[in-house]
């Protein structure tokens, strides 16, 4: 059962093709990304089987909050701010949350089913979650008292967590890998072309 599951995740990671991240030394500051329009300040969910991991859905693109940081991949990297609507930051390395995320959740969060249990989630408004996702995450609020608003439904035990976190992470770092490396190509030929005719924690 252990097995199916792990290639089930394997399966689906490859499916799905989750961005990779091109590890470089520095970090850019006040990188422009492209906006993403909202109406007002986002709602987020907490997402489950995270340590507090929350996104904002209703959106097209991946947007998380995790570690008193909005998170957003775009074209293979990762950037962070401190606000969700502008100073996006580049981040050198796929950050840790990203390996506890269900590849599937977009599905999930869809259907309102968690791996066959009921999934009640609560959106929570911004100025709520602003004032409140410390203490939540100091008394591990979703896991302990609300279970992620999944009905009837145990976490997983920590070492078949900390497998499937593993093979998540090892898919997601030969991913990293061979996207470096068609990178890299890609600079060389545009160069070669050229020739023949370039921290903080603090919330809004």
Same mark, same amino acid.
């Given at each position: 059962?252990?097995?199916?599951?792990?290639?089930?995740?394997?399966?689906?990671l490859?499916?799905?093709a989750?961005? /990779?991240?091109?590890?470089?030394? +520095?970090?850019g500051?006040?990188?422009?990304? %492209?906006?993403?329009?909202?109406?007002? /300040?986002p709602?987020?969910?907490a997402? %489950?089987d995270?340590?507090?991991?929350?996104?904002?859905?209703d959106i097209?693109?991946?947007?998380?909050?995790w570690?008193g940081?909005?998170? *957003? /991949?775009?074209e293979?990297r990762?950037?962070?701010s401190?606000?969700?609507? *502008?100073?996006?930051?580049?981040?050198?390395?796929?950050?840790?949350?990203?390996?506890?995320?269900? /590849?599937?959740w977009?599905?999930?969060? =869809?259907?309102? +089913?968690?791996?066959?249990? =009921?999934?009640? #989630?609560?959106?929570?408004?911004?100025?709520?979650?602003?004032? +409140?996702w410390?203490?939540?995450?100091n008394?591990?609020?979703w896991?302990?008292? *609300?279970?992620w608003?999944?009905?009837? !439904?145990?976490?997983?035990p920590?070492q078949?967590?900390?497998?499937? =976190?593993?093979e998540?992470?090892? #898919?997601h770092q030969? !991913?990293?890998g061979q996207?470096q490396?068609?990178?890299?190509?890609?600079?060389?030929?545009q160069?070669?072309?050229?020739h023949e005719?370039?921290?903080?924690?603090? =919330?809004?």
């Amino acid at each position: 059962m252990k097995k199916l599951l792990l290639g089930t995740i394997v399966l689906t990671l490859v499916i799905i093709a989750p961005f /990779p991240t091109m590890a470089e030394v +520095n970090i850019g500051i006040g990188i422009s990304l %492209p906006p993403i329009e909202f109406n007002g /300040p986002p709602d987020v969910v907490a997402m %489950p089987d995270t340590d507090d991991v929350y996104f904002v859905p209703d959106i097209n693109l991946d947007m998380f909050f995790w570690n008193g940081w909005w998170w *957003r /991949p775009w074209e293979g990297r990762w950037y962070r701010s401190q606000y969700y609507d *502008r100073g996006w930051a580049y981040y050198d390395q796929i950050p840790s949350f990203y390996f506890d995320i269900d /590849p599937g959740w977009r599905g999930h969060y =869809r259907n309102h +089913n968690w791996y066959g249990h =009921r999934w009640d #989630y609560e959106r929570i408004p911004y100025q709520n979650f602003q004032q +409140n996702w410390n203490s939540w995450h100091n008394n591990r609020h979703w896991e302990k008292q *609300r279970t992620w608003g999944v009905q009837s !439904y145990q976490p997983l035990p920590e070492q078949q967590r900390q497998e499937i =976190r593993n093979e998540r992470q090892r #898919y997601h770092q030969q !991913y990293h890998g061979q996207g470096q490396q068609h990178h890299g190509e890609s600079q060389h030929q545009q160069s070669h072309e050229k020739h023949e005719g370039g921290d903080s924690g603090h =919330r809004e």
